[in-house]
């Protein structure tokens, strides 16, 4: 299956970086061409193909790097375009000041999602890891976790195929409602690392697993 990626931003520059090693031929959408165009170029990212929002679009597994302010209008809007297809959510759905988060606490973003676009299959992933984290996944010989998760079991599974081979451990981590934690634990990571002056460089890894 051919895949995407959504969003030119810090994440989505960490995405395009990574699911390109694995995935040659993978496009990188964004609203202006050129902008993509020039990133490709300077980041000397072989293999990636730039393309407009439209464009990848057509893919089958389309991986968004959007703001989750803007997410729910954008899906909507696109209701038509991702219907049939697996949409890998990776936003956490923080308030402005990274204080809270903007829904209620028996949600998630991934869930709100799937609610918005029913006839889609969204998975979750990289929703525990900041931008930092895609130059240098690996820390003192322990890579950072990566948590697949949907409702779908065939779309999760095909998404754990799709992320075979990139610098990650990457894990079954269930089903969507688990991001309601994950989120969670995403915003208490960040308050940590501020804390302690290793912010934007974080992730987390459970540890006792093989």
């Known amino acids: 299956m051919n895949m995407s990626v959504i969003g030119t931003g810090r994440m989505g520059r960490g995405l395009a970086k990574v699911l390109g090693d694995v995935h040659p031929g993978l496009k990188w959408g964004s609203r202006t061409l050129s902008r993509v165009q020039e990133l490709v170029r300077n980041l000397n990212l072989e293999g990636v193909i730039p393309a407009t929002h439209e464009?990848?679009?057509?893919?089958d597994i389309i991986v968004h790097a959007l703001w989750f302010r803007d997410l729910l209008p954008w899906a909507e809007a696109n209701r038509e375009r991702l219907a049939g297809k697996i949409l890998?959510?990776?936003?956490?759905?923080?308030?402005?000041?990274?204080?809270?988060?903007?829904?209620?606490?028996?949600?998630?973003?991934?869930?709100?999602?799937?609610?918005?676009?029913?006839?889609?299959?969204?998975?979750?992933?990289?929703?525990?890891?900041?931008?930092?984290?895609?130059?240098?996944?690996?820390?003192?010989?322990?890579?950072?976790?990566v948590y697949v998760t949907s409702d779908d079991g065939e779309a999760g599974q095909t998404v754990l195929r799709a992320l075979e081979g990139i610098p990650f451990r990457v894990l079954d981590g269930g089903r969507l409602a688990n991001n309601r934690t994950i989120e969670r634990m995403t915003l208490f990571e960040r308050e940590l690392a501020v804390r302690y002056g290793t912010y934007p460089y974080v992730s987390f890894r459970l540890f006792g697993l093989s």
């Open 55 to 59: 464009e990848a679009l057509e893919a």
């Open 88 to 145: 890998v959510d990776i936003v956490n759905p923080f308030t402005e000041d990274f204080r809270d988060f903007t829904v209620p606490w028996g949600t998630s973003a991934a869930e709100e999602l799937q609610k918005r676009i029913p006839r889609t299959r969204v998975v979750g992933a990289f929703k525990n890891t900041f931008f930092r984290v895609f130059d240098a996944p690996e820390q003192e010989g322990l890579l950072s976790d």
